[in-house]
């Protein structure tokens, strides 16, 4: 019986020098990650605090326009007092001068 002669199927494992190579590529882009997840969470709190204040000025801004829309609508009803008052003054000076003038 003749053997087949065997193939070579196991890999060729790395050398030294390149497992440390690999071992400082990695710890050069786990150091970038780092330092772009600080950046990135220095971000969010700038981003958090900026909608914090928007939202409270949102809010004085609401209470803001409340109020100015109750004092229009305040003065819109007075206007229209005064509007009824003159009017009710006109129809009475009118009469008053057609009892004179009749």
């Given at each position: 019986?003749?053997?087949?002669?065997?193939?070579?199927?196991?890999?060729?494992?790395?050398?030294?020098?390149?497992?440390?190579?690999?071992?400082?590529?990695?710890?050069?882009?786990?150091?970038?990650?780092?330092?772009?997840?600080?950046?990135?969470?220095?971000?969010?709190?700038?981003?958090?605090?900026?909608?914090?204040?928007?939202?409270?000025?949102?809010?004085?801004?609401?209470?803001?326009?409340?109020?100015?829309?109750?004092?229009?609508?305040?003065?819109?009803?007075?206007?229209?007092?005064?509007?009824?008052?003159?009017?009710?003054?006109?129809?009475?000076?009118?009469?008053?001068?057609?009892?004179?003038?009749g």
């Amino acid at each position: 019986m003749t053997e087949l002669p065997q193939e070579d199927t196991a890999t060729e494992e790395p050398s030294l020098s390149e497992l440390k190579e690999m071992l400082v590529d990695i710890q050069i882009t786990v150091s970038n990650i780092l330092r772009e997840n600080k950046r990135l969470s220095s971000d969010m709190s700038e981003l958090k605090s900026t909608v914090i204040k928007q939202n409270t000025e949102i809010t004085n801004l609401k209470t803001s326009l409340a109020k100015t829309e109750k004092k229009l609508d305040e003065a819109e009803k007075e206007m229209t007092t005064l509007r009824n008052r003159l009017n009710d003054n006109k129809r009475k000076s009118m009469s008053c001068m057609n009892y004179r003038t009749g």
